[in-house]
């Protein structure tokens, strides 16, 4: 496995995804606190404060040679406001859970594509993974959706997947191999 301590910044068309910044808790608390937000996501943040100490947390971790979770805010290139936000996870053997969040106000915009894709292109291409996945909370037609915008499939479901600490509820999995990956058109 690929030793990686930071992750480049990746570009779309519309936005630049790159590392966590201290900079960034405000304009993630303006999204990650709305009960929109909220509805399809296990780790809820309760207020400013909480979002803060998980923005410092996830930048403190930024040069830890062995850390597995890379937190990268979505940054809106027009106004440099950091409007999302995603996540990868290397688990073991080459194996990487990737995850994606965006304002309410920018849903319906292509933009959670625009995220997700990154993503994908994080793990295969930096990350070195050979099979790539995504949880998706029951009822998150959204998601779904997106999942399979970007090349993933379906692959299961699990009834009774634990989401928080004393919660469970239904998931949809999907997934994606390198080698579909590398495999596609650009």
């Known amino acids: 496995m690929r030793t990686v301590t930071r992750l480049p910044a990746v570009e779309t068309r519309s936005l630049i995804l790159r590392e966590i910044e201290l900079r960034d808790a405000q304009s993630f608390a303006n999204f990650m606190l709305q009960e929109d937000y909220q509805r399809f996501i296990a780790a809820r943040l309760a207020n400013l404060a909480e979002v803060r100490a998980f923005v410092s947390r996830a930048v403190a971790r930024q040069g830890d040679e062995r850390r597995s979770a890379f937190h990268l805010a979505a940054e809106e290139k027009h106004s440099g406001e950091a409007i999302g936000d995603g996540f990868l996870i290397r688990q073991q053997p080459r194996n990487v859970e990737i995850g994606w ?55 299961s479901a699990v009834a009774d997947y634990a989401i928080a600490p004393g919660v469970t509820g239904r998931v949809d999995v999907f997934t994606m191999t390198a080698a579909r990956y590398f495999e596609r058109s650009y």
């Not at 292509?110 to 995504?134: C, H, K, M």
């Not at 909370?137 to 379906?154: D, E, K, V, Y």
């Open 101 to 155: 969040g965006l304002h309410p106000a920018m849903w319906r915009m292509g933009l959670g594509r625009e995220i997700g894709a990154a993503l994908l292109g994080l793990a295969f291409e930096r990350l070195g993974a050979d099979t790539v996945w995504s949880k998706v909370m029951g009822g998150n037609a959204a998601s779904a959706r997106l999942a399979q915008t970007i090349g993933m499939r379906r692959t």
